[in-house]
Every structure is written in structure tokens, then in C-alpha cells.
């Protein structure tokens, strides 16, 4: 299991300019950084990004540390609404906007050399049936997919709880639909497993494994969508390390706390301790 390459969400780090977690990271031992583009660390939407992320992409490369995308901040595109505008909206110029957002990713991905691009479906807006929020998001994954195919990045979906696509059945059904194109795969959040899978988080990996691309960590309760540190939770963490090691899977396992950059240093120190310890 030592194959596994451990990595940090930038998400639980928002105290922290980014060049000095870079630099805490692979001080500590990490392997890479799960990045979130927001206005925080890395803004897709602020001038000279071409210049930012080659500056970056030295960065990473000088302290030897992987990197994942991600595109899962709460208020980049509009300061009042969580994760608005989303690939299921009605307005298809407000659709547009997150399609845009995710080509800007999925260049920034290729750049850094970065293995994947984190992405999700949205919630359902009031007033919209499910079969019109599908063809939204096939249409919206439609445009994405090219771009991932002209860069050679993959997107890595993740089923979100709450958001039309919420769990692996609503991401084979998008693959299914989509022909099961190459560039998509899976974003496995192992915490979302524990909260709402029918099966083990283990076997969830096992019968995930064709399709991962980029894998999330934490703890979490049955039925409650909390993100816990490591050991307040539920999850028995070896047999799902183990599967991912079973499963040749070569991407980040990145710890998930966006809620708990309070305590950030600390706190991937402590959970880059538990998962080793975890892997013996």
C-alpha cells in the first residue's frame, strides 16, 4: 500500500496563503494538493492566469508534490448562491458560465500536469422535473468533454448528496448516456460512501475501480452528510485503503475538511499520521 499517494485539499487550508502550504505539505510528507480554484489560493477568474500557473506549476514541481483540480468552491461564481450557477440550470446562460469555469479548469489541469478535474452536477432548481436536469447536465458534459479531450485531462464527476447526480448509480447512468466516453471518470469521496451507499465503502472502491480518477478521504456517519476528521466518524479505514491498493489506483487520496481550516496545520499532520498508520 505504499503506492498510495496522499494529498490535502486546499479547501481545508484557507488561512493559508498557498505557497506556504505547498511549501507545510511536502514538509510533512504529503505526496500532492487536491487544488480548489477560488479567490482564496488560486482564482481562475483574476488577470495574468497563464503566468500564475506556470508560476505554480514550478512551485509544485520544485517541492515535488501532485496536484488534482478542483472545482468545488461555494461562491466563485456568485457571492450569494452556494455552488451557483450549476450544469443543471434552467437559464442556459447561467449553465454556460459553469461550462466556461470548467474549460478554464481543465486548461489549468493540462498546464500543471495535473491528473484530474474535479466536478459535480448541481441541485435540482425548484420547478425543473429530473428527466429535463439530465439532458441539461449530458449537454453540459457534452461541451466539457471536448475540451477534456483536446487537453488529454480527464473530468472525475463526483456524486454529490443533495444534487441531482448524488450517489455511483447517477454516475453510471451519465456515463451510460454519454457512451462512456473515455475523459469521464469518478470522483470517489469515501465519506459520501459511509453516508449514503448501500455497500461498504471498500466495495465501492472495488466495483469503482475502472473509473477513478480522483479520490476524496475523510470520516463520516451513516445518513449524516458531515465531513469528520479521521476517528469521529464511522469508516474502518484499512479495507478501503487496501481496495485502493488492490485496485492499481495511481491518483491522489486527497483529505477532505473544507470546515475545519481553523485547525488545518494541525489537522494534516494528524490525519497524514492516521492514514499511514492505517495502511500497516
Known amino acids: 500500500m505504499s503506492s498510495l499517494r496522499l494529498a490535502y485539499g486546499t479547501n481545508g487550508l484557507t488561512d493559508l496563503r498557498l505557497g506556504d502550504l505547498v511549501v507545510m505539505l511536502s514538509d510533512l510528507g504529503y505526496d500532492g494538493v487536491a487544488l480548489t480554484l477560488d479567490h482564496m489560493h ?57 461550462v466556461a469555469l470548467l474549460e478554464t479548469a481543465v486548461q489549468i489541469a493540462s498546464d500543471l500536469g495535473a491528473h484530474a478535474v474535479h466536478c459535480f452536477s448541481g441541485v435540482l432548481p425548484e420547478g425543473s422535473t429530473e428527466e429535463e ?13 471536448e475540451s477534456a479531450r483536446r487537453r ?25 448516456e454519454l457512451g462512456d466516453p473515455a475523459e469521464l471518470g469518478l470522483t470517489l469521496d469515501i465519506g459520501h460512501c459511509q453516508c449514503l451507499e448501500p455497500l461498504a ?15 476524496q478521504i475523510e ?3 451513516r445518513g449524516v452528510h458531515e465531513h469528520l476528521p479521521f476517528g469521529q466518524g464511522e469508516i474502518d479505514f484499512s479495507p478501503v485503503l487496501t481496495a485502493l491498493a488492490d485496485a492499481g489506483y495511481r491518483g491522489l487520496v486527497s483529505v477532505e475538511l473544507p470546515r475545519d481550516s481553523h485547525a488545518g496545520p494541525a489537522l494534516a499532520e494528524q490525519s497524514l499520521h492516521f492514514l499511514k498508520a492505517a495502511q500497516r
Request: aromatic residues 8%.
Open 42 to 98: 488560486f482564482d481562475p477568474l483574476a488577470p495574468g492566469l497563464a503566468f500564475r500557473t506556470r508560476q505554480l506549476a514550478d512551485t509544485l514541481d520544485r517541492y515535488g508534490l501532485g496536484v488534482t483540480v478542483e472545482t468545488g468552491a461555494r461562491y466563485l461564481l456568485d457571492p450569494r448562491r452556494k455552488h451557483h450557477p450549476t450544469l443543471v440550470e434552467a437559464d442556459p446562460l447561467a449553465r454556460a458560465t459553469r
Open 133 to 145: 436536469g439530465w439532458k441539461r447536465l449530458r449537454h453540459s458534459f457534452e461541451q466539457i468533454l
Open 152 to 176: 488529454g485531462t480527464p473530468l472525475a464527476v463526483e456524486p454529490e448528496p443533495g444534487h441531482l447526480l448524488g450517489d455511483l448509480a447517477g454516475f453510471h447512468r451519465l456515463r451510460e
Open 201 to 215: 465503502p471498500e466495495v465501492c472502491v472495488e466495483q469503482s475501480a475502472p473509473w477513478l480518477r480522483h479520490v
Open 219 to 221: 470520516d463520516m456517519r
